[in-house]
C-alpha cells in the first residue's frame, strides 16, 4: 500500500496539484487549504465534500501537524504554554499570549537549536531537527483551539533558529498570509534571529514587511562570542552593518533583543557602547529580565536594573522598553518547559 500523504504545511498551489493528481478539480484543493488552515484535522469534518470523497482523500491522505501534550495556564495573565508532540516523538513548545492588541503565538522553528547561546534552555541538548512548515502552523491551530481564541500576531521566538530553517520558514509565513488561510498580516510576524547574516538578508527580499528582531546581547564583540557562538561566525562588526542595510533596504525597524546576565552584559560600560553603536539605526531594544535556566549557572540582572538601562538609552533617543514577563509563573520562556518534559509526567 502506498503511505498516506500528510497534507499539514502544503501550500494553496501544492493542494491544488495534490488534488489534480488525484483526478478531482483544482478547487477541491482550495477548499483543502481553507480546512486545513482553519484547524480541521479529519476529512470527515469537511462537510462540504461528498462522503465518497472523504472517503477516497481518508484513503489516500491525512492531515498531520503537532499534538498538545501539556498545558500550563497562567492565571493572572491568560498566558498559555504549550508542549507539543510530534509525529517522530519529539516536542516543542509554544506560548499563546494575550496583549492589548491582540492575541499572539510564539512558534518554535526547530525541536532544539545548534546555537548553543550560553543562556538559553532550547541550546542545551542541542538540534533534534528542523520542523516543517505545517508542524509550524499547526501549533497555532492547536493553540487556538485550546484557548478557544484567535491569533493574530505571530513572533516566531520559541526554540530554534528560525535562519537554520529557512526554506520551511518562508513556506510557514506565506500559508499563515494566504487569504485562503488564516490572512495574517507579514506586519504582524516577527521573526528573531541569533544573528545569521544571509537570513537578514533573505527575509528582506522575500518579506520585506515580515518585522525582524536580532539577539544581541552585548556590543562587544569577544563577549557576544562567549555567549552567542554564532558570533563566531556573524560578527558583531558585520552584524551591525548588515541590521543598518536591513533598514534602510527595507524602510521598517529593526528589534534588537537584549537579555540582562547578571554581571555579563549589563553593567555602566555596557549601556554606553550601546548609546554608541546603536546610534543612527532605526531601531528599537528590548532588555529582556533573563528566564533563570538553572543548568546553565546565570542570574539575570533584575528588572530594576533593565528599567534603569532602558531609562538610560531612551534619554539617548534610542527606543527601549523591557519585555513584560509574561508566563512568569509557568516557565514561560525559552524552552523550559521542553526541557522538564521528563519529569512532567
Ligand atoms: N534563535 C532565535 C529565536 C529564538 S530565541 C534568536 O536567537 O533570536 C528568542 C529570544 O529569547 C532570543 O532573543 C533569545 O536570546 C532569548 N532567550 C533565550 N534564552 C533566554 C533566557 N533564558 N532568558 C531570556 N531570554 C532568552
Redesign the pocket.
Known sequence: MKEKKNLQGLTAEELKKFAADAGEAPFRGRQLFKWINKGEKSFEGMTDFSKELRRKLEDMAYIGGVKILRIQRDPHDGTMKFLFGLEDGNSVEGVFMKYRYGNSFCVSSQAG?R?G?T???SALKGLARNLTAGEMADQIYEGEKAAGEKVNHIVV??T???FDNYDNLKKFLEILHHPDGKNISYRNMTV???GIIPGIRKLAEDFPQVNL?V?L?SLIDRKRSEIMPVNRAYPLEELLEAAREYTQGTGRRITF?Y?LIKGQNDSVKDVELMKERLAGINCHVNL?P??R?EETGLWGSGRKRAEEMAKELEAAGIAATVRRELGRNIDG??GQLRLKKETLK
Open positions: 537549536c546555537m547561546c543562556f538559553c534552555a521566538m520559541g530554534g533558529e528560525p528573531s534571529t541569533s528582531a539577539s546581547h533583543e537579555a529582556i533573563l528566564n535556566v520562556a525559552c
